[in-house]
């Protein structure tokens, strides 16, 4: 069946290069995405990426997918506080079904 | 450009009471997904419309029903609410015929059930 799977923490201090993980299960031609949601709020996009591609880079953000270990990572260069928060990954199927499945979400501290 | 707009943000009601959220999609999406969010836990899918019918539903009883408007806003009802419903509910919106656009979601009505 579909499960997407994280850790549950991360501490890392300010400037350091911040890696959250996840693995997921389907098989089949997907999406994944990773959200990062503050405090009292709800979630915002930071970046996806489509199966086929091995990486993507966007400004402090690397993607990283192994299809073959279906591992995704999410790479956060110079981490700053402000960079606190719950970060989720999530995968959609092609194929008939546009619901998306989340992981539990890594809670990363950034410590000053 | 208004991004996904939820009402309201907090409500508070007691078990046997029903609910209606409200979710207006952001401005070019057609179609809108509703999530539930239990405390420390990810999101889970509860249904999505488009065309103002629904599309996909998740595992949810049918205490949970929706409807989409032509203006392709949408809302979330609960009936005979539970303890259990206490959650932030999160509603997303996108393209529909955009197959590789992302969901944008919206911030939330966190509710309490007494």
């Known amino acids: 069946g579909e499960d997407v799977e994280q850790s549950l923490f991360l501490s890392v201090r300010e400037g350091d290069s911040s890696v959250i993980n996840c693995t997921y299960t389907?098989?089949?031609?997907?999406?994944l995405y990773w959200y990062k949601q503050e405090p009292g709020a709800g979630l915002q996009l930071l970046t996806y990426i489509f199966s086929n591609m091995d990486m993507k880079q966007d400004q402090r953000l690397t993607v990283l997918l192994n299809k073959k270990d279906k591992h995704l990572s999410l790479r956060i260069a110079d981490t700053q506080t402000g960079d606190s928060a719950i970060y989720f990954c999530?995968?959609?199927?092609?194929?008939?079904?546009?619901?998306?499945?989340f992981g539990t979400g890594t809670r990363l501290k950034v410590l000053a | 450009d208004a991004g996904v707009t939820q009402s309201p943000t907090h409500l508070i009601k007691t078990r046997g009471q029903q609910v209606t959220l409200r979710c207006s999609p952001k401005?070019?999406?057609?179609?809108v997904s509703w999530y539930q969010q239990a405390l420390g836990q990810g999101p889970q899918f509860i249904f999505q419309?488009?065309?103002?019918?629904?599309?996909q539903r998740g595992n949810f009883p049918d205490r949970f029903s929706g409807h989409q408007f032509p203006n392709y806003s949408s809302e979330l009802n609960v009936n005979a609410l539970l303890l259990g419903d206490s959650a932030l509910y999160l509603c997303?919106?996108?393209?529909?015929?955009?197959?590789?656009?992302?969901?944008?979601f919206g911030d939330g009505t966190r509710l309490s059930i007494l």
């Open positions: 419309y488009y065309e103002e019918e629904e599309r």
């Open positions: 997303a919106s996108s393209l529909y015929v955009s197959g590789n656009q992302p969901q944008h």
């Open positions: 999530a995968e959609r199927s092609i194929g008939g079904t546009y619901k998306y499945i």
């Open positions: 401005s070019g999406h057609d179609t």
């Open positions: 389907d098989s089949s031609s997907t999406y």
